[in-house]
């Protein structure tokens, strides 16, 4: 068992924290968090056999343990794929199995559209396009359909008449006043919140009111430029790059973040895909009966 962190400089002012633990004869699998900028959490380890598995998790490029934390230069979905492209490097791997939830899924899909030649498979979760109609569904209309107590505040910070609520909400975040951070923060966090099924928050908790800025000022500049793909629908439209790619798909039948769809699309699209739905999971991981649906999913590509 092999188990070490280090600091890998990918650019002239990007630093990243890169977590690595198993066998290094095993399975090598590189785990994408989501957010994006929400950053690593190393529990997520207890998900893999680490005696038949090499896992490497690392912090995105502003969040977490990379450094300078919160730098939005050269902070873009190509940057990322290129970061990934670097660590596979660093350990000397030839393919690799990728491992993503939510905005992970995102960037698994558009690294393995990238370099499909170097990825053995997909592990992917809550799936996440960053389509047009993702957009259309969180930020003008569906999402708000579900929860319109909470649309109703989210909208409220919104003047009357600004089309664009995420740019509008990412102008917010760069504020050099306080105030206005910290409420933009407060009223992006809730609508998250909402459609994840979790409690309002009052105010910013102290202890999280760093992470929670830096979540959404990161998310804000990835999804005010559509995460920097090329089209609005790249990821959908690319799918026939890695349609040969196997791929296990698991998405929560309660999933109000990321709708089911998204799933159901990805698994269309790609013959050599299987769907798990998990009836009573919703968004995250952590969900019921999510957890279980994973290790068999990383399980078929270790027969």
């Not at 066998?23 to 950053?39: C, F, K, R, S, T």
């Not at 290129?82 to 660093?90: L, P, V, Y």
């Not at 999280?208 to 000022?217: E, F, M, P």
């Given at each position: 068992?092999?188990?070490?962190?280090?600091f890998l400089?990918v650019d002239?002012?990007?630093?990243l924290a890169v977590y690595a633990q198993?066998?290094?004869?095993?399975?090598?699998?590189?785990?994408?968090?989501?957010?994006p900028?929400?950053a690593?959490d190393l529990k997520?380890?207890?998900?893999f056999?680490?005696?038949?598995?090499?896992?490497?998790?690392h912090d995105?490029?502003?969040?977490?343990?990379?450094?300078?934390?919160g730098l939005?230069?050269n902070?873009?979905?190509?940057?990322l794929i290129?970061?990934?492209e670097k660590?596979?490097?660093h350990f000397?791997?030839?393919?690799i199995?990728?491992y993503g939830?939510?905005?992970?899924?995102?960037?698994?899909l558009?690294?393995?559209q990238?370099?499909?030649h170097?990825?053995l498979?997909?592990v992917?979760?809550?799936i996440?396009l960053?389509?047009?109609r993702?957009y259309?569904?969180?930020?003008?209309?569906?999402?708000n359909?579900?929860?319109p107590e909470?649309?109703?505040?989210f909208m409220a910070?919104v003047?009357e008449?600004?089309e664009?609520?995420?740019?509008?909400y990412?102008e917010?975040l760069?504020?050099?006043?306080?105030k206005?951070?910290?409420?933009?923060t407060?009223?992006?966090q809730?609508w998250?919140?909402a459609?994840?099924q979790?409690?309002?928050?009052?105010e910013?908790?102290e202890a999280?009111?760093?992470?929670?800025i830096?979540?959404?000022?990161?998310e804000?500049?990835?999804?005010?430029?559509?995460a920097f793909?090329c089209?609005?629908n790249?990821l959908?439209?690319?799918?026939?790059r890695?349609a040969?790619l196997k791929?296990?798909i698991v998405?929560g039948a309660?999933?109000?973040?990321?709708?089911l769809?998204n799933a159901?699309?990805?698994?269309?699209?790609?013959p050599?895909?299987?769907?798990?739905?998990?009836p009573?999971?919703?968004h995250?991981?952590?969900a019921?009966?999510?957890r279980?649906a994973l290790?068999?999913a990383?399980?078929?590509?270790?027969?």
């Amino acid at each position: 068992m092999r188990e070490q962190t280090l600091f890998l400089s990918v650019d002239a002012e990007h630093t990243l924290a890169v977590y690595a633990q198993g066998n290094p004869q095993g399975l090598p699998i590189i785990y994408l968090h989501g957010g994006p900028g929400a950053a690593c959490d190393l529990k997520n380890f207890d998900i893999f056999d680490l005696t038949r598995c090499f896992v490497i998790f690392h912090d995105q490029r502003g969040c977490g343990g990379s450094t300078p934390f919160g730098l939005l230069e050269n902070n873009t979905i190509w940057h990322l794929i290129s970061d990934i492209e670097k660590i596979r490097h660093h350990f000397n791997l030839d393919k690799i199995l990728l491992y993503g939830g939510s905005w992970g899924s995102a960037l698994a899909l558009a690294y393995a559209q990238t370099y499909p030649h170097q990825v053995l498979g997909l592990v992917l979760r809550s799936i996440c396009l960053v389509s047009e109609r993702e957009y259309v569904w969180s930020y003008q209309f569906g999402a708000n359909q579900l929860f319109p107590e909470a649309w109703a505040k989210f909208m409220a910070f919104v003047p009357e008449g600004r089309e664009n609520i995420v740019h509008y909400y990412y102008e917010c975040l760069i504020s050099e006043d306080p105030k206005t951070v910290a409420a933009a923060t407060l009223a992006w966090q809730n609508w998250a919140a909402a459609c994840l099924q979790l409690p309002q928050l009052a105010e910013l908790p102290e202890a999280q009111k760093d992470y929670l800025i830096n979540i959404s000022r990161i998310e804000t500049h990835y999804f005010s430029q559509g995460a920097f793909l090329c089209t609005a629908n790249q990821l959908i439209d690319d799918l026939p790059r890695i349609a040969h790619l196997k791929m296990a798909i698991v998405h929560g039948a309660k999933d109000y973040l990321c709708p089911l769809a998204n799933a159901y699309l990805l698994h269309q699209a790609c013959p050599h895909s299987t769907l798990t739905v998990v009836p009573e999971a919703g968004h995250l991981g952590s969900a019921p009966g999510m957890r279980e649906a994973l290790q068999q999913a990383v399980f078929q590509f270790m027969e």
